[in-house]
Every structure is written in structure tokens, then in C-alpha cells.
């Protein structure tokens, strides 16, 4: 059974850091490419980050330079650390593993950026 589960979200002030993480399990982990969406009200889903299972990343514009993506092949889990925190940061974080054509979502986590 597949399964991947966000954890870590909460509310932060502008300016400040938060790490969420999402642990996987059912998946082909070390060579699945994982990636973070997230989801603002009103809005639809964007793609924030990627990392390969090489190691390789990509990030959005709205979030490069603030925001790294890593993950642990032990731990079959991928964490999105954010920096910086902006309130147009607010939103649902969702993690995603692609392995071939099989792609799986989180539940999501809420991350809310306000002073």
C-alpha cells in the first residue's frame, strides 16, 4: 500500500523558517523523483521544488534561494525547508512521487506565513 505523509506544517511569522517533511512508504523510494506542490486558496496548484533521485533539484522563481529540498533514502522520506517565510507562502503543501508512470500525492500539510 503506498503511502506518503506531510508533517511539519503550522503557523509562522513573516521572516521566519519552517521544515516539513513527507515519509513515504509502498514506493520504489531511491528512484522516485519527488517533488513539493502547494495549494493557496482560491488558487491552483503549483509546483514549488523538485529533487531527482540522483540528487539533482529545481525550484520555482517565487521560491529560489529561500526554500532547499532534500531528501533521505534510509528514512524513505523528503523535506522541504523554507526560509524566509513570505505570507504569500501561505498554503496546503503536497508531496508528490513519480516512479515511471506512477504518480502518488500526499494529504497535504497547512502552512500558514502571518504575523
Known amino acids: 500500500q503506498v503511502q506518503l505523509v506531510e508533517s511539519g506544517g503550522g503557523l509562522v511569522q513573516p521572516g521566519e523558517s519552517l521544515t516539513i517533511s513527507c515519509t513515504t512508504s509502498?514506493?520504489?523510494?531511491?528512484?522516485?523523483?519527488m517533488g513539493w506542490y502547494r495549494q493557496a486558496p482560491g488558487k491552483q496548484r503549483e509546483w514549488v521544488a523538485t529533487?531527482?533521485?540522483?540528487?539533482?533539484?529545481n525550484y520555482a522563481d517565487s521560491v529560489k534561494g529561500r526554500f532547499t529540498i532534500s531528501r533521505n533514502s534510509a528514512r524513505q522520506t523528503v523535506y522541504l525547508q523554507m526560509n524566509s517565510l513570505k505570507p504569500e507562502d501561505t498554503a496546503v503543501y503536497y508531496c508528490?512521487?513519480?516512479?515511471?508512470?506512477?504518480?502518488?500525492w500526499g494529504q497535504g500539510t497547512q502552512v500558514t506565513v502571518s504575523s
Open positions: 508528490k512521487s513519480e516512479v515511471g508512470r506512477a504518480d502518488y
Open positions: 509502498g514506493i520504489s523510494f531511491n528512484i522516485a523523483a
Open positions: 529533487i531527482l533521485s540522483g540528487g539533482l533539484t
